[in-house]
């Protein structure tokens, strides 16, 4: 087989005999949203506590228990479709979604289903190619289920229900997305406007972010889309992309074979690297949605809806742009500092601290490069940085003022990991200042240049190498202290 | 002095304020007649040793303040009740003890009342007979043999034959009307949104109401007072300023406008039914009232539209039931084969017919044209209320096309089962508040009631018709205690 991999950033090609074909893939993401207590009831959402301790009669279904709105929810649910550029529903609807398993309590999940509280929207990713625009669908409320455990009891199947109950916003993308870069840069985006928000802390590991993912093909150029189908609940972005890169390949397979795809819900095994068919669209659940009558239809103001929007903080796609403008750094350095709210806050702190004579380059380097290397190496996260914005400021006010050098910042930054000292008393404890007076510049050279004459002859016949040479000898005898600028100045000067 | 069973709710609570009764005599009283009106099935779970020292530390530590001081109550087994087993009258819930309270019953033990034990009912409020109860049927002290209708049928039957001063019942397209009918008793559905529904099992969430059972009107008013109250933990609950119905209670209903719907003739009814209609508007007319002749053109839709509405919810509000978190569970092979022998032996014919019927209209390609097509029809139906509002205060009716039956007359034959509902369901779908006084009776002296239907949140005028009506009618229950000989 002639398997020709065409792959670049936006676009995931696959060409079978002369056909080249295209991935189309949407998401449903799930969102857990970042609230203290259930959609329905007011037991914690606390992860990792032990099973069935965060349990009301609500979420166990006890008879003649009732579900209350919780409004904390309604309103993360509103903020994120604002972040999205979405249309906010003034009426939305809960409806049950009919469907038995051991640990969903209720015998149904409380869900929106024809009148969801947020209509279409729209997120920005920034590709290397360029900015593209995916469509949002919808996003609405629901409850999430327990959990069932098999692993445990040999002859049992477990059932932890606290997570029964929290609230989940699923959101549906358009299928605008055309490739696993695509969809990871998706993922993060969406991940990173919620994180701003505050409305969902994004972590995968935890659960609190997972999707759908719908993937068809079609030859390149058509408009008209194959038949779709679903992997249900992928719970990391390489995981959504390695199944999107089988299924694709899967379905490209079975055209080519002349056979049909069927319409179908899929797993994908992590471990096998493949997805596998979990039911047929025949074996489709009928869920029996109807309008749950224990619910009232959600009403919400617009006055409602613009409090919230006066209490949306400045989301990234502005931030990149004030970035660029205010402080001048590239679009490319803007998209790295605002894809995370930490380090967003965290470079405008150092930006803030570094006063008026502030040097946006340094400042983007050290943090992109030194600060980011640390906390991939200690795989932590820039809000528990070692360093302070405070203090990363003062060292690179200390370069940019002349005090010392880059090369003994380095070892300062080094120095200050271990607690995070102002780099000002290290330079003082360990005399690390920068040596900038001319005159004993000057003195130092005439002596390095009187201990090495030759040298200075075969530079002066062309020997231009040893330019350096006498650079690091002067280095040397300031023990590393000496202004390389001026070293510099001087050394053309004298040689 | 009369027998203490024998006394209104009003009189008991004159009695114990004026220290002539404690709490634990009439404690006693009713759980001696208890005791001994076994034959009527009307008790599921006695709590009748409870009962006794709770009526005890009552007198030791009277509260005269309180609506209804120390008085032991008997409530339907729909309430769930804290540390008392709570059946919904299913096996399925056979050994179900909550460990709440539902509001309503909450509301009458902090005014005082003493559980005085749990009373049978149809399987999840399913039937108009009470012979869908796992812990079959109750006898109707009106009469051997004879049921005490449904699904409130233990509540009837306990208050018709003085076992209890008063009860609650609840009722999703007849059940406290229905049989306060065929005891001879009194029954109000209050206005959807008055009672909370939290902590009553579920039948039809969009129809259930609590309400009081009494053995007349007056009392009816006490005990509305004290189970009607707005409640967060019900999203459904509703905060309108609710009257003092007892103490503005009236028999002065002077141009109050009541309206008949002609509708409410249907086709076979006994004559007995329609004369006792015709008597209620000269009784009424004879309080003062005015009355007038309006439409309810959606009413022949009111039964079909309701027998989809509840079941579809009922099919989803019983889909907890599944033996994994709490009463019955049958051995099964997997998940799925415990389910169903789970719920095929914790569920009764009539529960699993309304399921059946219930998860048909929801299914995808019946769901518009049954249960969106009744839920617009239940607009209408509400539309035709309103409308005639505009123009009349209350609306009197009969409560049933018929008087009681006998035990298994019916029992085969749901759909005239179903028949029974006719006059009381159109007032669960659209919300409003509904009383079945007892009017006169049959060739067989059982009683026959009449309904009067009120405005949303207007239980008062509907409270002080049926009080100034009941003095005309002047109906005495005939109880001759044919279970005791």
């Known amino acids: 087989m002639d398997e020709i991999m065409s792959k670049n950033n936006s676009e995931y090609l696959i060409e079978r005999n002369d056909n080249v074909y295209e991935v189309v893939i949407g998401l449903e993401v799930h969102a857990q949203v970042t609230s203290n207590s259930k959609l329905f009831s007011s037991s914690s959402t606390r992860f990792g506590a032990e099973p069935n301790t965060q349990v009301s009669l609500v979420d166990a279904a006890f008879p003649g228990m009732l579900p209350v709105i919780n409004e904390y929810c309604i309103k993360q649910a509103i903020k994120t479709g604002i972040g999205l550029k979405a249309k906010i529903n003034n009426r939305s609807v809960f409806d049950r979604k009919n469907y038995f398993y051991a640990d969903l309590p209720q015998g149904y999940q409380i869900s929106q289903y024809k009148y969801p509280i947020v209509g279409e929207g729209n997120v920005i990713l920034d590709m290397p190619e360029g900015q593209k625009q995916v469509g949002i669908e919808r996003l609405h409320l629901e409850q999430d289920a327990g959990k069932s455990i098999h692993d445990v009891d040999p002859s049992n199947t477990l059932v932890d229900l606290n997570r029964s109950g929290v609230a989940l916003m699923e959101i549906v993308s358009k299928p605008d997305l055309r490739s696993p870069d695509e969809v990871n840069a998706f993922i993060k985006k969406l991940r990173s406007i919620m994180r701003y928000l505050g409305t969902c802390d994004g972590n995968m590991q935890e659960g609190s972010l997972r999707a759908d993912v719908n993937v068809s093909v079609r030859i390149k150029g058509s408009t008209d889309l194959g038949t779709r189908c679903e992997i249900k609940n992928v719970n990391s972005i390489k995981f959504m992309q390695m199944a999107i890169i089988y299924e694709a390949n899967r379905q490209v397979d079975l055209i080519e074979e002349g056979e049909e795809i069927d319409q179908e819900t899929r797993l994908f095994d992590t471990k096998k690297n493949e997805t596998r068919s979990m039911r047929s669209k025949e074996d489709a659940h009928d869920y029996r949605y109807f309008p749950d009558p224990d619910l009232l239809p959600l009403e919400v103001t617009d006055e409602f809806i613009d409090q919230l929007k006066s209490e949306i903080p400045e989301l990234p796609d502005d931030k990149k742009k004030r970035f660029i403008d205010e402080f001048k750094v590239s679009p490319y350095e803007a998209t790295i500092l605002v894809s995370d709210i930490d380090t967003a806050k965290y470079f405008e702190e150092v930006v803030a601290k570094m006063g008026k004579n502030r040097d946006m380059k340094l400042a983007v380097n050290w943090i992109t490069g030194e600060l980011f290397a640390v906390l991939n190496d200690k795989n932590i996260e820039i809000a528990q940085s070692p360093i302070s914005a405070k203090n990363l400021a003062k060292l690179i006010n200390l370069i940019k003022n002349g005090t010392i050098s880059g090369k003994i910042a380095k070892t300062i930054f080094e120095l200050m990991l271990e607690s995070d000292i102002d780099p000002q008393i290290i330079v003082e404890e360990k005399g690390l200042k920068q040596e900038s007076d001319p005159k004993a510049l000057e003195a130092l050279i005439d002596k390095i240049i009187n201990d090495n004459r030759e040298k200075a002859i075969e530079y002066k016949q062309g020997k231009e190498k040893l330019f350096g040479f006498f650079v690091g000898q002067a280095m040397k005898a300031s023990g590393g202290k000496a202004n390389p600028q001026l070293i510099n100045e001087i050394l053309k000067k004298k040689l | ?485």
């Open chain 2, 1 to 485: 002095m009369t027998e203490i069973t024998s006394l209104s709710l009003f009189e008991l609570i004159k009695n114990i304020k004026e220290k002539k009764i404690s709490s634990n005599e009439i404690a006693k009283s009713f759980v001696d007649r208890s005791e001994k009106s076994k034959k009527l099935n009307a008790y599921v779970t006695e709590n009748f040793e409870n009962c006794l020292n709770l009526s005890k530390e009552f007198d030791n530590k009277p509260n005269f303040d309180l609506k209804l001081p120390g008085i032991p109550i008997a409530v339907k087994d729909l309430f769930c009740t804290n540390e008392v087993r709570t059946t919904a009258g299913s096996n399925i819930l056979n050994n179900f003890v909550p460990s709440y309270e539902s509001t309503v019953t909450q509301n009458i033990w902090n005014e005082g009342g003493i559980l005085l034990g749990k009373l049978n009912c149809d399987e999840f409020a399913m039937g108009s007979s009470n012979e869908t109860s796992f812990f079959g049927n109750v006898q109707n002290p009106i009469a051997k043999d004879l049921v005490p209708g449904g699904s409130s049928g233990g509540s009837s039957s306990a208050l018709a034959a003085n076992l209890t001063p008063v009860t609650i019942g609840t009722d999703t397209g007849g059940s406290i009307r229905q049989p306060a009918s065929f005891t001879g008793t009194v029954g109000l559905k209050p206005t959807y949104g008055s009672c909370s529904r939290y902590g009553i099992v579920a039948f039809a969430s969009s129809l259930d109401q609590a309400g009081p059972m009494s053995k007349d009107v007056k009392d009816s008013s006490i005990l509305l007072e004290v189970i009607s109250s707005f409640d967060k933990k019900d999203s459904t609950s509703i905060d309108f300023k609710r009257n003092n119905y007892s103490s503005e209670l009236t028999k002065n209903i002077k141009g109050i406008k009541i309206g008949i719907p002609k509708e409410y003739r249907v086709d076979g009814m006994p004559d007995e039914i329609e004369n006792l209609w015709k008597k209620g508007i000269e009784y009424a007319k004879d309080c003062g009232a005015e009355i007038i002749d309006i439409s309810l053109p959606h009413s022949s839709y009111a039964l079909p539209t309701y027998y989809i509405v509840a079941p579809a919810e009922a099919s989803s509000n019983l889909a907890r039931y599944d033996g994994v978190k709490y009463g019955l569970r049958s051995y099964g092979e997997s998940l799925i084969d415990m389910y169903e022998k789970t719920r095929s032996e914790g569920f009764g014919e009539e529960v699993k017919r309304r399921i059946m019927i219930g998860t048909y209209v929801l299914s995808s390609g019946y769901y518009d044209a049954y249960y969106l097509k009744a839920q617009k029809v239940r607009q209408l139906i509400k539309q035709d209320f309103d409308q005639a509002y505009n123009t009349v205060d209350a609306i009197l009716t009969p409560s049933t096309p018929s008087s009681a039956f006998k035990i298994g007359e019916k029992s085969n034959d749901p759909v005239s089962m179903y028949l029974n509902d006719i006059f009381t369901v159109p007032v669960n779908l659209a919300g409003l508040p509904g009383i079945s006084i007892p009017a006169g009776v049959d060739k067989n002296n059982y009683p026959l009631g009449l309904q009067i239907i009120g405005k949303p949140f207007d239980e008062q005028t509907v409270l002080n018709i049926a009080y100034s009506m009941e003095e005309k009618i002047n109906y005495k229950n005939n109880i001759t205690d044919w279970w005791m000989k």
